[in-house]
């Protein structure tokens, strides 16, 4: 069966707010804390106040936007979390979209895959404690990070599409996913993990999924959250083409009928907490070894109260 953990649900404003979240973490049966990539309080920080307030817990990125860091700094933040926390860490990277890179970079990667590869690398290197000399087209780094134990630091790929799985079974230790549908998880980017760990002669790594869900409500359509939660994903060219892989095309389509598409395939999940149970054992079933459970829905439609209430009530029923 699958671990669940929980995702922080709205980019923090102030550290204390994430302590809700680290104490549930704490006292309850969730494996991990997550959180996604924050313009606000960014993750390392926020996972850091939390450790400092007493809550040391296993945390992970899902995921942090290259363009924002050099490879040595992201495995300096990752390590020392390891060390902070005195938890696992799993830090996990995307390369963002191609808006972001030229906005940021001047220009976007020439190759995605060619650039995560290069980033994976020289983390992975330097997190070893080795020396580390790579010179590539996006990223470079010769030095060393002086040697100190610390807890394990696992990498992370945000993976939607068959050839970023591929590339991920080549080189990292888990592949995140967001707003994928189980058996899309299962039919193609499983396969695709392991056909790239077999060409590598190494493990598949596990496999995360941040799935966005609520508990049924009587206020508020399953269509409505789910577009409170991903509006902005849903007007991003690799989110629809993963969705489109999954069956469902979003391009161009009336907001609202792109939410109630993803609550059609399951990507968007909705009932009371036996029916989402049942549903979240679908991706155990497919191969899905951590599920996070996303609210991030119910807390931008129905408030912080409400997304806690879910997560406890979601938590129990999977216990």
């Not at 650039?115 to 983390?123: L, W």
């Not at 050839?163 to 980017?189: C, F, K, N, S």
């Not at 869900?213 to 991003?236: F, I, K, Q």
């Amino acid at each position: 069966m699958a671990a669940h953990s929980i995702l922080i649900p709205f980019l923090p404003r102030r550290p204390e707010q994430v302590l809700p979240y680290a104490a549930l973490v704490y006292w309850s049966n969730a494996e991990r804390l997550w959180q996604g990539q924050s313009l606000l309080v960014e993750p390392h920080q926020a996972f850091s106040y939390a450790a400092g307030a007493g809550f040391r817990i296993p945390v992970g990125s899902g995921v942090t936007l290259m363009p924002f860091r050099h490879p040595y700094e992201a495995a300096l933040q990752a390590r020392s979390l390891a060390m902070t926390t005195g938890h696992p860490v799993i830090a996990g990277f995307g390369p963002g979209g191609r808006a972001l890179q030229e906005a940021l970079l001047g220009a976007p990667y020439r190759s995605q895959l060619g650039a995560v590869r290069e980033y994976v690398t020289i983390v992975r290197s330097l997190l070893s404690g080795e020396p580390t000399a790579v010179t590539g087209e996006y990223f470079s780094c010769h030095g060393q990070m002086t040697p100190h134990p610390h807890a394990d630091v696992r990498i992370g790929l945000g993976v939607l599409r068959p050839a970023m799985a591929e590339l991920a079974g080549e080189t990292a230790d888990a592949a995140i996913t967001w707003l994928t549908p189980a058996p899309y998880v299962r039919d193609t980017l499983i396969p695709a993990l392991r056909a790239g760990a077999e060409r590598a002669g190494r493990k598949m790594p596990k496999v995360t999924a941040i799935v966005p869900m609520a508990v049924s409500r009587t206020d508020c359509e399953p269509a409505e959250l789910a577009l409170a939660g991903n509006s902005g994903h849903l007007r991003l060219p690799h989110y629809i083409d993963m969705l489109r892989r999954s069956g469902v095309d979003v391009a161009g389509s009336d907001p609202t009928a792109a939410a109630e598409a993803l609550v059609k395939i399951g990507a968007f999940l909705s009932g009371d907490a036996g029916q989402l149970a049942e549903r979240l054992r679908e991706y155990s079933d497919a191969g899905v070894d951590e599920i996070v459970l996303n609210l991030t829905g119910v807390y931008q439609k129905c408030g912080p109260e409400a997304a806690l209430s879910d997560i406890k009530t979601i938590l129990a029923e999977v216990a």
